[in-house]
């Protein structure tokens, strides 16, 4: 059973080699799914989305099941799964990531890590200030779904 979660946000600097310091309280939430693995992939234009394997595992089963129902999905999978890399922490904590991924999601040097639970949003740090501003300034339109989770 996972206790913990991923949550907070750091800043990074990816090295020369694309290698990115994984945060010690995301490799302790990652060796509660007993895995060094995370699966990597281009989430769009602006991040990339780094899942413990467990957790990509029920994406790829949702997929697979209820994802065939939905119009459309093939190009998603196609771009999403097809370009998923595997990448494992070294014994210093860091993950490669390929250039094809940093390409994808922009990425140059300095790199915003965000806990979204149950996964890591990886941005490059001027395209996350940029999201993160936007949704500061509408921030009041996430009431109402707030209020049905009880929330507010």
């Known amino acids: 059973m996972i206790k913990s979660r991923f949550r907070s946000r750091s800043e990074h600097v990816l090295d020369d080699k694309g290698r990115l310091n994984f945060p010690s309280r995301f ?3 990652l060796r509660q799914y007993e895995s ?4 990597v992939t281009s989430w769009g234009k602006l991040h ?3 899942y ?3 957790e990509w595992e029920i994406l790829e089963t949702k997929l697979l099941t209820q994802g065939r129902e ?3 999905m ?3 999978v196609r771009y999403v799964v097809g370009g998923v890399t595997e990448c494992n922490l070294d014994k210093q904590g860091r993950i490669l990531l390929p250039q094809s991924l940093r390409v994808d999601a922009s990425l140059r040097k300095d790199i915003i890590l965000i806990g979204m639970l149950d996964w890591i949003e990886i941005w490059d740090k001027d395209a996350w200030l940029q999201e993160n501003d936007t949704t500061r300034e509408s921030f009041d339109t996430f009431d ?3 209020a049905r989770l009880g929330i507010l």
Do not use: H, I, N, Y
Not at 36 to 39: G, I, K, N, P, V
């Open 27 to 29: 490799r302790e939430v």
């Open 36 to 39: 060094d693995t995370l699966m």
């Open 48 to 50: 990339l989305r780094a």
């Open 52 to 54: 413990p394997l467990s």
């Open 70 to 72: 939905q119009k459309g």
């Open 74 to 76: 093939a190009s998603f």
């Open 144 to 146: 109402e779904s707030l």
